[in-house]
Every structure is written in C-alpha cells, then in structure tokens.
C-alpha cells in the first residue's frame, strides 16, 4: 500500500479544500486509513481516521464538525473534506495506511507502517 497525496494548496480562513489520498496496492480494503498533520516545529499530529468499510470515523476535537473523512474501495481512495479552515490549520497533511483486521482506528502515528509524502495546506487569516 503507497499512499499519495493530493488536493492541498493556500486558501483564506472559512474556505474549504479537499485532501485526496490514492492508495495503490491490492491490501487497500482491509486496511484502516488516517489523516495526519504537521505544523513547522510541532509534533505530527492524527486528524482523522476511517476503518476499512468507511463506516467508522473518528476525529480529533479540534477538527469536529469542520473535517469529514470518507473513502471510496472501488477507487482506491480517501478523502478528507475540509471546511471553515482556519490559520491554526495550515500544516502537512499526511495519509497513512495500516493493515488491521480488527478494525481499529488508531491516533498514534507509530501504528502506521505506511506513509505518503504529504501536502501542504496553509490557510491565511
């Protein structure tokens, strides 16, 4: 699984972009996928999870009700929609893959054996 993203780029604050992560590799389906992000000089963060069917979600408190995470199988996707972005937002974003037959969405970035090369969002005030 090789995740590749795409979709960031410099927007006002209240816009909106959508992040897209393709996820090459026949294991996608079975695999728990998470938005993560990093800020210059802060620690990588986790955003957004979504289990392997895109029935569960989870979020981190400072991105409820402004992210949605979702994914398509059939094309090898995940997206992240994200809206009333603010300047606090502006980070790499990151998709990671991790193979879990439990399901499990994970917060910690050391569970992840599968990175992208991220992108970057910055959102001006």
């Known amino acids: 699984v090789q995740p590749v993203e795409s979709g960031g780029g410099l927007v006002q604050a209240e816009g909106s972009l959508r992040l897209s992560c393709l996820a090459s590799?026949?294991?996608?389906?079975?695999?728990?996928v998470g938005w993560f992000r990093q800020a210059p000089g802060k620690e990588r963060e986790f955003v957004a999870g979504i289990g392997q069917k895109g029935i569960s979600t989870y979020y981190t408190d400072s991105v409820k009700g402004r992210f949605t995470i979702s994914r398509d199988n059939a094309r090898g996707t995940i997206y992240l929609q994200m809206n009333s972005l603010k300047p606090e937002d502006t980070a790499v974003y990151y998709c990671a893959a991790r193979q879990d037959f439990s399901n499990r969405i994970e917060v910690r970035r050391e569970k992840y054996g599968y990175w992208g090369q991220g992108t970057q969002v910055t959102v001006s005030s």
């Open positions: 590799g026949r294991f996608f389906s079975t695999c728990v």
